[in-house]
């Protein structure tokens, strides 16, 4: 490589031969706004700024397409490292870099191979970022494995868009997958449904009871969350599980193997303890490209115009055949980050506060952690604050409020709301008493 | 350490070095991965973008056959050629190169030569692969070497990839698949209905009434509900026919409940239909005894089919003995019980598992020598047995009634790939510069014959072909990488023989975002 980086020798002749094509004139279906030929090509090559959110399986995927797509101004960011065992699907590393950061070496790798490509990386949480930050991008892919960081940026995305001004609108483009299944959609803030509105449809990840852990083990699974729930706090006190750890792992794998032959169960494999502590289904690199794939050519279509972009929700499953399925994803009307009314919650009378906080942890479309509550209307005493997790003198003043039933501070229809540091937004319930 | 355990460290100690197989298909899924190989013609982005997902969980060997040199035009879209560095090489060498990098276990080779040198002078050269994949190669080759490769019923299946712009489509050409371990999400059949002795003597054995709040809220449901079907058939005489009479026997199970808060009869009652639900040989497994592979004398070469079929026809013999079922699985479902009763009747199901195993084995015929590995796969996986048959590449198109029923079942899929079909011929006998929408829309008429189509098919038809007469040379590096998913993945599915892979075309629209399929 000749180190120069300067558009004009790094386009080669012919260079975009293949897109060319696509932007030179519209198809059948290309929208009328569609500016074919130096317009577009300007904008996309020269202009427009992406952000992919994961360096990891996904976001290995992405960034090559994108670079390849055209886009020459590309940031990503991802928090890890790369471990050994990433190296069977995300390409762009070596085992020599095994330990540094994913999205530094990755942007190394993908500006190597596709001169002229920028690639930005962040070596941090998307925490760490703000507003204005997001702010620059004119459109955001999420190739991430978690939950919590996409609730995090889709309700950060809709808190910056502002009817009044369209370039704070950012189009989010969300991929995931799960061994053969994978999906793919396109969120854009105040038009379509967003990532709260479907958070019931996650699978529910398997737990299994305490009781049954402790005293009536089946399974080989019984026997590794008896390991890593149990026997690992108790004889590690403080030290935090490491499930990316291999003598973590081995450790569990060989407690778990002990009980399994004391009550004669069969089935504990180092693999299958690995899985259970994960609890991911692992990743695949062909069902990744399908993924990837499909959220940059949503991206380049949006970028673009060449061709009307998915509405909303594209699926699929390649266990038995390929079997895909593309639909419209529908908005909630009490989805607490786009939706704009408050949930109904149907609570037992008899309740106290306490149960009642216990129910909106359990709770698939909630998915909330040591949630504090207020209410909007001030209770019978008084006050609005029912609950605090912290700071410590107001838990300590709201404490006695646990053991009160709901129903003697909240009146019938009364508002509740609920924040949590995992909860990226402010969450409102309107009570019901059944 | 029991063997098990140091075999495991074993694999604790190598994973930092070597790349872990996918769990997904297993120990020999993987195996059969490692032992294959691939033959890759063009070096094109999409070829990569498929040997990339195949490379990386680790096929034994590919090649790639391609005689041209990169381009400017290659360079700027395919992520295993460097830039300018690779301009004017050998597009096969220097993907081979740049794709092996991704995995120090798969040796890749460059075959400099053309597709009809090759078909010319050494065609028996092709049937050394495992698996063959082709993209977008010109018609009347693709058409020889389909039609080669046809003629081989034991060569190897033919990958056939098309795309131009945002469509594309892919095709896998074998004369039949068969698939052991289809991982089926279906479950096994428990024979609640008709318990085996062991169990009915288990279970009849309980005494309910002696046993105290614990053990009676941990007996596993399955045992419940034997001993709830014979105390029913004792007072009726059968099991219950009509829905009054299920809803009766349900509330029999309910009855024995001693306290509201008894999981297991939660389970029991939820469960309960499995108890009149008659245990038979489900009819997609059934068909396979009338296949014709059955009908004619048992081939006693060793072939994955020739042992599928001996084996389904020792299957054919178990099931007409009473009790006419598959073979027993081994696996017990998870339910609530304590440690000892869930175990116990673990054994019992295994225990007859292996009488209804060694059955089986003793009526396998002797023409075959079958080890006993893939016997008990067989039978592990004996509910979710596949068998595929496939076509020649090319037939679908010579055949009216089909496309003409296709078209109604999956109007844009066949429209789509009409005019994929139709790019093919126009491309094979002139330049790009040939393709406009009426000169695809009148090959398209060449292929169907006269035929009256369907509005909204009309439609997708028009719609297809001006997105090809846009761009019709045009190799998206999208639409590439995700060929490249779902060509590998189906790649990984024929390779393994686990999973089912697609049978006909699979139709991709990435401007509707939308995948489907026809059985063509």
């Known amino acids: 490589m000749n180190g120069q980086t300067h558009p004009e020798t790094v386009d080669w002749p012919n260079r975009y031969y293949h897109i060319d094509q696509i932007l030179d004139r519209p198809g059948p279906r290309t929208d009328s706004e569609f500016m074919a030929g130096d317009a577009v090509k300007d904008f996309l090559r020269n202009d427009c700024k992406i952000l992919c959110i994961g360096a990891g399986g996904l976001g290995c995927e992405i960034l090559a397409n994108l670079a390849l797509s055209g886009f020459k101004d590309v940031h990503v960011i991802d928090m890890d490292t790369i471990d050994i065992s990433n190296l069977n699907r995300q390409f762009l590393f070596r085992p020599a870099d095994v330990g540094r950061p994913k999205a530094i070496v990755a942007a190394e790798y993908v500006m190597k191979r596709v001169p002229g490509v920028k690639v930005t990386p962040y070596f941090g949480k998307i925490q760490d970022k703000d507003e204005s930050y997001y702010m620059q991008f004119n459109i955001i892919i999420c190739g991430l494995d978690s939950v919590e960081a996409r609730r995090w940026i889709n309700a950060t995305l809709y808190q910056m868009a502002d009817a009044e001004n369209p370039e704070s609108i950012k189009p989010l483009i969300d991929g995931g997958t799960e061994g053969f299944k994978g999906q793919a959609r396109v969120i854009i803030p105040d038009v379509t449904s967003c990532y709260e509105c479907s958070l019931d449809m996650l699978n529910k990840p398997v737990t299994f009871p305490i009781c049954t852990i402790a005293n009536t083990p089946r399974l080989p699974e019984h026997c590794i969350e008896w390991a890593s729930v149990l026997e690992w706090p108790r004889i590690h006190k403080d030290k935090k599980l490491d499930t990316d750890n291999p003598d973590h792992i081995g450790w569990l794998y060989n407690i778990a193997s002990a009980r399994a032959k004391e009550f004669s169960i069969e089935g504990v494999t180092w693999s299958l303890t690995q899985g259970v502590v994960k609890n991911i289904i692992p990743a695949i690199a062909s069902t990744n490209a399908i993924v990837a794939a499909s959220c940059c050519n949503e991206a380049f279509k949006i970028a673009t115009t060449s061709a009307p972009y998915l509405d909303n929700y594209f699926m699929v499953i390649g266990t038995d055949g390929v079997y895909s399925y593309t639909f419209e994803y529908e908005r909630r009307p009490d989805c607490p980050v786009c939706g704009g009314e408050s949930r109904n919650v149907d609570v037992n009378r008899e309740w106290t506060l306490e149960r009642f906080i216990e129910s909106l942890t359990e709770r698939q479309d909630f998915q909330i952690k040591k949630p504090s509550l207020s209410t909007s209307t001030p209770t019978v005493a008084g006050k609005t604050r029912l609950y605090f997790q912290a700071p410590p003198q107001f838990e300590l003043e709201t404490r006695p409020n646990l053991e009160k039933k709901l129903v003697d501070l909240v009146s019938e229809g009364g508002e509740i709301s609920v924040t949590s540091t995992s909860l990226p937004f402010n969450l409102t319930l309107r009570i019901h008493y059944v | ?520």
């Open chain 2, 1 to 520: 350490m029991s063997p098990n355990q140091s075999q495991d460290s074993q694999d604790i100690e190598t994973a930092t070095t070597a790349i872990l197989p996918s769990p997904l298909w297993a120990a020999s899924g993987q195996a059969a991965l490692e032992s294959s190989r691939i033959l890759v013609i063009s070096a094109s982005a999409t070829s990569t973008s498929i040997l990339k997902n195949l490379v990386l969980p680790g096929i034994g060997h590919f090649t790639i056959l391609d005689p041209q040199v990169a381009s400017h035009e290659d360079i700027g879209n395919n992520f295993f050629l460097e830039g300018l560095d690779s301009l004017g090489k050998p597009r096969a060498e220097e993907a081979v190169r740049l794709l092996c990098e991704l995995n120090d276990s798969v040796e890749g080779k460059a075959n400099l030569s053309s597709l009809e040198e090759v078909l010319e002078k050494d065609p028996t050269y092709l049937t050394s692969f495992t698996l063959i994949i082709a993209h977008n190669l010109k018609l009347p080759l693709l058409t020889k070497l389909s039609t080669f490769l046809w003629s081989k019923k034991h060569g190897p299946s033919l990958m056939i990839v098309r795309s131009a712009g945002f469509l594309a489509e892919f095709f896998i050409q074998f004369h039949e698949h068969t698939v052991v371990d289809s991982h089926s999400e279906t479950a096994p059949s428990l024979r609640i209905d008709k318990p085996f002795k062991a169990l009915h003597d288990h279970a009849v054995s309980i005494n309910f009434d002696s046993l105290d709040d614990m053990e009676h809220g941990h007996v596993p449901y399955v045992v419940i509900l034997v001993q709830a079907m014979e105390n029913w058939k004792a007072k009726h005489g059968g099991p219950p026919q009509a829905y009054a009479e299920k809803q009766e026997f349900k509330k029999s199970v309910e009855a024995m409940r001693r306290k509201i808060d008894e999981e297991n009869f939660d389970e029991a009652f939820a469960q309960a239909y499995r108890a009149w639900t008659p245990t038979t040989v489900p009819s997609d497994i059934a068909a396979l005894f009338n296949d014709d592979a059955l009908q004619q004398p048992l081939t006693s070469l060793p072939t994955h089919s020739a042992i599928f079929f001996h084996l389904v026809a020792a299957l054919k013999k178990f099931t007409s003995e009473s009790p006419y079922t598959l073979p027993l699985s081994s696996t017990l479902p998870d339910m609530k019980a304590d440690t000892n009763s869930y175990i116990h009747l673990q054994t019992l199901y295994k225990q007859q598992a292996e009488v209804e195993k060694a059955r089986f084995k003793s009526l396998i015929g002797p023409e075959l020598v079958i080890d006993d590995d893939t016997i008990d796969e067989f039978v592990r996986n004996v509910h979710g047995l596949r068998l595929l048959r496939g076509k020649p590449f090319g037939a679908f198109d010579r055949d009216q009634a089909a496309l003409v029923a296709a078209l109604s079942a999956t109007p844009k899929e066949v429209a789509t790939h009409l005019a994929l079909s139709a790019l093919s011929v126009v491309l094979a006998q002139g330049s790009s510069k040939d393709v406009t929408a009426v000169r695809l829309r009148s090959e398209v008429n060449a292929i169907t014959g006269p035929f009256e189509w369907p509005e909204d098919a009309e439609l997708n038809l028009g719609n297809a072909l001006g997105e090809l007469a846009r761009a019709p040379t045009a190799e998206l590096p999208n639409t590439a990488a995700l060929l490249g998913g779902l060509v590998a993945q189906e790649a990984i599915k024929i390779i393994t023989r686990q999973y089912v892979p697609v049978k006909g075309y699979c139709v991709i629209d990435l401007i509707g975002s939308w995948t489907g399929t026809i059985d063509g």
